[in-house]
């Protein structure tokens, strides 16, 4: 059983950066792809970004694209997005999400989220 717990979410002003972290534990950490995922309120929960188990190949979703970098650990266990030039519709409740492949909706096993709140 693999545990996630994010981290690094908090309130930046509009054009700021934040860095949210993903520690995996329960589970050896390079056999699986990793994900960040995003619900806003009233909105369904929408893929940000993904990386393989190797950490080669990457995905990330158009409305970040050139502002949101995905990144992973193996020494550290750890995932990471770096968001810079943040924008108010980036608030949003960040969820980061572990599987055997990388895709934009199937992961196995959830972490509990972190806010991420811009303010205009």
């Known amino acids: 059983q693999v545990q996630l717990v994010e981290s690094g979410g908090g309130l930046v002003q509009a054009g700021g950066s934040l860095r949210l972290s993903c520690a995996a534990s329960?589970?050896?950490?390079?056999?699986?792809?990793m994900g960040w995922f995003r619900q806003a309120p009233g909105k369904e929960r929408e893929f940000v970004a993904g990386?393989?188990?190797?950490?080669?190949?990457?995905y990330v979703d158009s409305s970040v694209e050139g502002r949101f970098t995905i990144s992973r650990d193996k020494a550290k266990n750890t995932m990471y997005l770096q968001m810079d030039r943040l924008k108010p519709e980036d608030t949003a409740v960040y969820y980061c999400?572990?599987?055997?492949?990388?895709?934009?909706?199937?992961?196995?096993?959830w972490g509990q989220g972190t806010q991420v709140t811009v303010s205009s």
């Open positions: 999400a572990a599987g055997l492949v990388v895709s934009t909706r199937e992961y196995d096993y």
């Open positions: 990386i393989s188990s190797g950490g080669i190949t990457f």
């Open positions: 329960g589970g050896t950490f390079s056999n699986y792809a």
